[in-house]
């Protein structure tokens, strides 16, 4: 995978699998899937081999089968890429959480290139080649870069143990330790674990729906070494509750905020709608540059503060303010992206659906001393027009969307508003390619600049900078 682009031939037509679980053969890896897996073409027929990296010869065992593709394992590496390293993790192979960690990480960036390029291929009809795609940005140094961590409970052998879900399974895997997990979440949820099992604490058991604590949450401010620890529990009555705060006090003292959340639903959704404080303050302080914020217990905010003041620069700089500009941060959550434009906009105007967002994001202003901030609640494509109609139309806008991509009425309001500038961070490369071929009807694309927000795993940010055609 080379930084430059070069033009791939089309992939060969796919048909019909024919070919059955338990089957090997010899396969040559001639890319990375979106997921971080290997594909290689059987007969024509495409083949996802989970671990195998581009230029290596394999023979793999199938183990499923799809409408159009087969799944497969690594029976054998016959010829083993010169980028291929041992990953460090011991419950790398089990855990699932990270998808890359066997491939050296100045290749890693070259792929989350590839793959934006893939996804730009497949869903638009823009001549890629000629397309501004820059290298990615990468991180001097690429672990222990989480600042939150969420672990399911269980019990092993008598032992409360935590962790995530082994992929595509319900097999906790025990994470004592990681290796992209800032440090201080992994001692506070040990520590916690160990309390819990000291004091006889149930755990909740999802099969008999039985027990108490479902998962512990954790956070840390990089920048002022703040701990805030969230119980997730079935129910609000705790046994020992007080006996547990005092005794997380003594062990943690850099825990400065402890929370219970309820969540007694049979979901796949970590919080519940009940936040209950317990000791310390309610928030914990963090700081991007200039910037500080408020983390409450459901508070979104990015995982990799490191990373996250690259990727809003990237965002400033598409932007180009010269402190005249009126600028919309639609999908705009607390306003972190917003505040980071500020001071070299005229005005910023927000919106988000979720009214706990909304008022976050006017107390972050205010805090901040901004008076050329206005936030609202409700979507984009409600009121730009409104907006527009009352003589103030945006030169700039910025949206930061979900996995799922825009809304197309948001992006149909965009074309109709049209401002100037239009920039759009995304989270997947897919969902992205999709809306830019959308917008591209009035919109060019400047340049696409991926960031690597994730290290060690296949999720790839990307900033995109359009101009009005």
């Given at each position: ?210 027990g108490i604590v479902r ?55 970590i919080f519940g709608e ?62 972190t992206i917003g505040l ?130």
């Amino acid at each position: 995978m080379n930084q430059k682009f070069k033009s791939r031939k089309p992939a060969p037509q796919q048909s019909q699998v024919t070919m059955t679980v338990g089957q090997t053969f010899p396969l040559t890896i001639k890319r990375l899937g979106i997921n971080g897996e290997g594909v290689g073409y059987f007969k024509k027929q495409v083949v996802f081999v989970h671990g195998a990296l581009p230029g290596e010869e394999v023979v793999a065992e199938v183990t499923n089968i799809k409408h159009k593709f087969a799944e497969a394992k690594i029976k054998k590496i016959r010829i083993k890429s010169t980028h291929r390293i041992t990953p460090p993790c011991h419950v790398y192979e089990q855990c699932g959480g990270c998808q890359l960690q066997h491939l050296e990480y100045t290749q890693q960036l070259d792929y989350k290139r590839d793959i934006v390029i893939q996804s730009l291929e497949r869903h638009t009809k823009l001549n890629v080649e000629k397309l501004e795609i820059r290298p990615t940005i990468g991180m001097d140094d690429p672990w222990y870069y989480r600042n939150k961590s969420q672990f399911q409970l269980g019990v092993q052998k008598g032992k409360i143990i935590a962790g995530l879900y082994s992929e595509n399974s319900h097999r906790l895997i025990n994470i004592n330790e990681c290796l992209v997990q800032h440090p201080s979440t992994i001692e506070v949820t040990n520590t916690i674990k160990q309390i819990l099992q000291d004091f006889n604490i149930s755990v909740y058991n999802e099969k008999n729906r039985q027990g108490i604590v479902r998962t512990i949450m954790t956070r840390v401010g990089f920048s002022t070494g703040e701990i805030q620890v969230v119980l997730i529990t079935a129910e609000e009555k705790l046994p020992r509750k007080q006996l547990i705060v005092n005794e997380i006090q003594k062990r943690l003292p850099k825990v400065k905020s402890i929370l219970q959340n309820v969540n007694g639903q049979k979901t796949s959704l970590i919080f519940g709608e009940e936040t209950v404080h317990l000791s310390g303050e309610q928030v914990i302080q963090e700081t991007l540059g200039d910037i500080s914020f408020e983390l409450s217990a459901r508070a979104f905010f990015q995982l990799n503060p490191v990373q996250t003041v690259k990727l809003y620069d990237e965002v400033k700089k598409a932007a180009e303010l010269t402190g005249k500009e009126k600028v919309v941060d639609a999908y705009c959550g607390v306003g972190t992206i917003g505040l980071w434009l500020a001071d070299g906009a005229g005005e910023v105007r927000g919106m988000d659906v979720i009214p706990e967002s909304i008022e976050d994001a006017k107390k972050n202003a205010a805090r901040h001393g901004y008076d050329n901030m206005q936030y609202v609640t409700g979507k984009a494509e409600k009121w730009l027009p409104k907006w527009v109609k009352e003589g103030w139309k945006p030169d700039t806008i910025v949206v930061d969307p979900p996995r799922t991509g825009c809304d197309e009425k948001f992006l149909q309001t965009v074309l109709e508003v049209e401002p100037k500038r239009f920039v759009y961070v995304s989270c997947h490369p897919s969902t992205l390619a999709k809306d830019i071929q959308y917008v591209s009807k009035k919109y060019k694309v400047e340049w696409i600049q991926p960031v690597d927000m994730f290290p060690q795993t296949s999720h790839v940010e990307t900033v995109v900078k359009f101009k009005l055609k």
